[in-house]
């Protein structure tokens, strides 16, 4: 049996797929897989507590995505993707528990990926893992996602937030302050749109880095020098946002919670003006919260296009203040690792 938590981003999206900077928590939240080898078979099959139907994968799925795409139900091109990858060397049979919110930018698919790695008995470092896992996500939905998610899930450390260097994939640690909490509320609308949006995104920054190199060295005044606008606009966004995590890491490890929540608020507006990934009903949960007394600064969080906030706040203070909307206390808890063998 695995167990991989889900994430929440509280600084630093849309900076991954550069080699830039975020910083996150692993979540309470998250995947358990139970799963049995069976050296007769030669189907992998799952049920799941959130799936109607069972997913079954033949070992021998092919890798170059084809037959993975035509898998159905849905959710088996995750088993399928991440059996290709894996090629165990038997059938089994297995179930998932999950009590992470799909499509809410909470990385519910990631920590599934995680722990159904882990459950059919790959063992590696929290990079490898990473890696493997960001292919697996890429083959099941021709999703051209970053490492943030994977590589937050694969190193979470129990009251600890982490600084993500999605270049290096270097992780670093900070200490979570008793006299903050992290609260994510839903903005009530799915994220539909994503994949198109955030495959454009991605063309945007690959455009800016063409005329100015890797954004992750790049500096304002270099953004500057970009001919379009709207380009220059996404790279201003990644560039400041990568200073940002620098700062906020800084300040919430300096106890600064009063300065984190101002970044945090910074990084709101970035991603709604420069780099465009809000929808109204984001923009309005997020400006509610900046004003709750007690709140020290919200944003969206994850790739936008719906989902998420997240806000951080004296402890306490929201709970009661987010009655009828669906919203979970973050508590730092550890990365993907195996429960029992
Ligand atoms: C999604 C992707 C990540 C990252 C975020 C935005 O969660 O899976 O790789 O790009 O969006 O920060």
Known sequence: MAFAPGRVNLIGDHTDYTG?????????????????????????????????????VPRSIGSDGSEIAALSP???????????????????VGS????????????????????LVLALGYRGDSVSLARLCQRAEHLAFDAPTGILDQLAIASG?????MVLDCGSLEV???????????????????RTVATTAYSERRQQCAAAEVEIGPLRLA???????????????????????????????????GGDLQAAGVLMN????????DFEVSLPALDELVEWLQTVEGVFGARLSGAGFGG????????????SQLEGRDHWLAQPGSGAHIRYS
């Open 172 to 190: 670093s640690y900070v200490a979570f302050p008793d006299e903050a909490e992290v609260m994510i509320a839903h903005s009530g609308v799915g």
């Open 308 to 319: 998420c906030a997240v806000a951080l706040s004296r402890p306490g203070i929201l709970q």
């Open 219 to 253: 500096s304002l005044a270099d953004v500057g020098k970009i001919s379009d606008p709207l380009i220059r606009r996404r790279a201003r966004h990644v560039v400041s946002e990568n200073a940002r995590v620098r700062d906020f890491a800084a300040a919430l490890g």
């Open 266 to 273: 910074e990084s709101h507006t970035s991603l709604a003006r």
């Open 20 to 56: 830039g900077l975020a910083m996150a928590l692993a979540l309470q939240l998250g995947t358990e897989v139970s799963y049995r080898a069976d050296p007769a078979s030669e189907l992998i099959e799952l049920s799941s507590s959130s799936e109607d139907e069972v997913a079954c």
């Open 157 to 161: 450390r129990e009251g600890h937030a």
């Open 96 to 115: 998932v528990v999950s009590d992470l919110p799909i499509g809410a930018g909470l990385s519910s698919s990631a920590s599934f990926e995680l722990a």
């Open 74 to 92: 849905r959710w088996s091109r995750y088993v399928g993707a991440v059996v290709a990858l894996l090629r165990p060397e038997s059938g089994g």
